[in-house]
């Protein structure tokens, strides 16, 4: 039986990479030993940011799609499963052609964020004046948040 379950857990090591873990799951699989890092910060209640390798495999994938809508159902499904941070989302943002969509998926990340108080930076996106005022008037002005 021991041998069999030894099969079973290495079969499925080969489907699950370590990277995509997020912390709860390694939590589970790691039984808390010392040297997690995942483990350390769930345990302070800590999100770990995303992987940057993971980021920028995703950044490739959303750049191979045709169009800003496969890049936007694509975009949204990362940005729910990943712990990102601002400079993360804004990779994701700045592979859309159109700033509009760029725009909407900024709206749609807002609220998955781990730093929310960072995400005025996020206006760095925009080249076009309009859209990035349209963003700080929702998302506030550089430097408004301690005021």
């Not at 080969?14 to 589970?28: G, R, T, Y």
């Not at 808390?32 to 302070?44: R, S």
């Not at 045709?66 to 936007?72: A, I, L, S």
């Amino acid at each position: 039986m021991k041998h069999f379950s030894l099969k079973i857990i290495a079969f499925a090591m080969l489907f699950v990479p370590l990277a995509a873990l997020n912390a709860q799951e390694c939590h589970k699989s790691c039984a808390g030993h010392a040297g997690c890092p995942h483990h350390a910060a769930a345990q302070q209640g800590v999100k770990q940011k995303a992987d940057e390798q993971q980021v920028s495999e995703v950044v490739a994938h959303l750049l191979s799609k045709r169009t800003d809508e496969e890049r936007q159902t694509v975009a949204r499904s990362f940005v729910r499963r990943l712990n990102m941070g601002t400079d993360q989302v804004v990779r994701f943002a700045k592979t859309f052609k159109s700033e509009g969509e760029a725009l909407k998926f900024l709206r749609y990340a807002s609220a998955y964020v781990i730093d929310p108080q960072n995400f005025h930076k996020a206006s760095d996106t925009f080249t076009s004046e309009a859209y990035r005022n349209e963003f700080l008037s929702v998302f506030g002005k550089p430097g408004a948040e301690g005021k």
